[in-house]
T-cell receptor
Framework: SAVISQKPSRDICQRGTSLTIQCQVD?????MFWYRQQPGQSLTLIAT?????????ESGFVIDKFPISRPNLTFSTLTVSNMSPEDSSIYLC???????????FGSGTQLSVL | AQSVTQPDIHITVSEGASLELRCNYS??????LFWYVQSPGQGLQLLLK??????LVQGIKGFEAEFKRSQSSFNLRKPSVHWSDAAEYFC????????????FGKGTKLSVKP
């Protein structure tokens, strides 16, 4: 299994600011993903973080709002830009091993926007 | 449209009692099926998964799930619940070869009475 460290674990931010969330994995993985869990809702895939190229975003999510970096096979960042209270959610990093059949999740970042 | 339904938002069982959490899915073909557990302040932990073969799948912590194609269901069971099982449980599906794009249900919160 993969050990995932996600930072920060929680933050309270002001409207209009940006927050960058880091995801570090203890081994090289082929796939890294970012999910959002809005209050009382299920998890939704934001994007696939591609190593060395632009992330692949799901419908409803755009790069200007959620820029993602993945400089190598063990690290990725997600930035939540120009935040509003609607962005208050848990953001989770996940990694896939093997053929994608095993998906591991970080402990998440609890974001509150005032 | 692809979707996952967990009809029970909140279930309370007595410690030592049996448990069944329901999950129904709508998908064009037989997907990969997963159950995850999320404890307060924690990330998601994979309990078990079904890809093919035996339709009764054993997982960690004494959980099992049965895939029933005719009912498009993948219900999670445990014969005797422990207080530490109190958490939120998510059912998820992924298309074969979808590379980690999981579709989650809204979750079932499990409370355990002493």
């Amino acid at each position: 299994s993969a050990v995932i460290s996600q930072k920060p674990s929680r933050d309270i931010c002001q409207r209009g600011t940006s927050l960058t969330i880091q995801c570090q994995v203890d081994s090289q993985v082929t796939m890294m993903f970012w999910y959002r869990q809005q209050p009382g809702q299920s998890l939704t895939l934001i994007a696939t973080a591609n190593q060395g190229s632009e992330a692949t975003y799901e419908s409803g999510f755009v790069i200007d709002k959620f820029p993602i970096s993945r400089p190598n096979l063990t690290f990725s960042t997600l930035t939540v830009s120009n935040m509003s209270p609607e962005d208050s959610s848990i953001y989770l990093c996940s990694v896939g091993t093997g053929g994608g059949e095993k998906l591991f999740f970080g402990s998440g970042t609890q974001l509150s926007v005032l | 449209a692809q979707s996952v339904t967990q009809p029970d938002i909140h279930i309370t069982v007595s410690e030592g009692a049996s448990l069944e959490l329901r999950c129904n899915y709508s998908y064009g073909a037989t997907p990969y099926l997963f159950w995850y557990v999320q404890s307060p302040g924690q990330g998601l932990q994979l309990l078990l998964k079904y890809f093919s073969g035996d339709t009764l799948v054993q997982g960690i912590k004494g959980f099992e799930a049965e895939f029933k194609r005719s009912q498009s269901s993948f219900n999670l069971r445990k014969p005797s619940v422990h207080w530490s099982d109190a958490a939120e449980y998510f059912c998820a599906v992924a298309g074969r070869g979808s590379q980690g794009n999981l579709i989650f249900g809204k979750g079932t919160k499990l409370s355990v009475k002493p």
